[in-house]
């Protein structure tokens, strides 16, 4: 397949881009055959397992996008990316950090057994549903909705607009998830949550319940990757050191336990979460040279299509193309 190299110098440029994604973009969606739509939230299977569609936001503006971008998606698991990220604003990051680790698990992302088996003082990590659901409990506020305010204020900042809950995706997870519940009740008994279960756990669903499209994922990748600026406004969204905390977060443990082949093939931070969305972030290279992108960008997929670990099948196998067509490994 072509690599993409692409001579920056000509005013085309943005076009050959454009037509290099989209034909990858079209390669790709041949291969989401191989995956399966979420089923274990019944609301997530009336997606279509054939979709995939890309946005890459560049730091000097440079926008393309490719595929399915149109629909809208819920956040599902990247929104554990943002609620530490609020949780460490709000309560600082000694604080956060003393009750949710940054280590990787290696196991699946709703893995219950290694809490327990590893005696481990406090959950893994944010990016897991145990940790993601501790984090939860820490925000600020009595009742979900006071909680997930700032989460909703931040996304706002970099969207441009107040993004919306989807009640069916949030009811349908609600009343379903024991294995959430499961959790929530170990992490009850353990001393960890810092809010009552029920309205941590109803903090948690409605969080990943949040609507996004591919458009949003990519906005909220080119901030990371910006180190918290917002790239038009300059104004300071998240502190430099809170966005180095939640990035490598995500390069060790964002794709779940496929973490440790996505930082060796494609070697981004990205997030991955079961309704086929993936954010990615391209931190900016200074090494000069005839490919696109090196002052950063940000990525949003969506693919719904997963493989066993729970991540877009063909989301991943085209981030790896694109990262080594445009040579955008951090290694
Ligand atoms: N990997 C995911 O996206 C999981 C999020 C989902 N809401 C859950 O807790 O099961």
Redesign the pocket.
Known sequence: MVQGHVNLNTEKTEQWIQEYVDGWVEFFKKQTDTGKVAD??PKLEEADPNSLGITIIGKKGTEIRSGDVEHEFSI???SKVLSFITACMDRGIAYVLQRVDVEPTGEA??SIMHLEVKGHQRPFNPLV?SG?ITTSSLLSGNTSDEKLEPLFQLMEKIIGRRPEIDIDVYVS?RDT?M??RAIGYYLLEEGYLESDLGVTLET??KQ?SINVTTDDLARIGLVLSNDGIHPETEEIIIPRNIVRIAKSLMLTCGM?DASGKFASYVGIPAK????GGILAVVPPRVRENELPFLSGCGIGVFGPALDKQ?NSVAGIKLLRHIANSWDLSLF
Do not use: K, M, P, T
């Not at 991955?272 to 309704?275: N, T």
């Open positions: 274990y939230i599902q698991s990247i992302f709703n549903n993601a997870e998830s294995r959430n948690y669903f990943c779940y991955s979460g079961v309704s729970g």
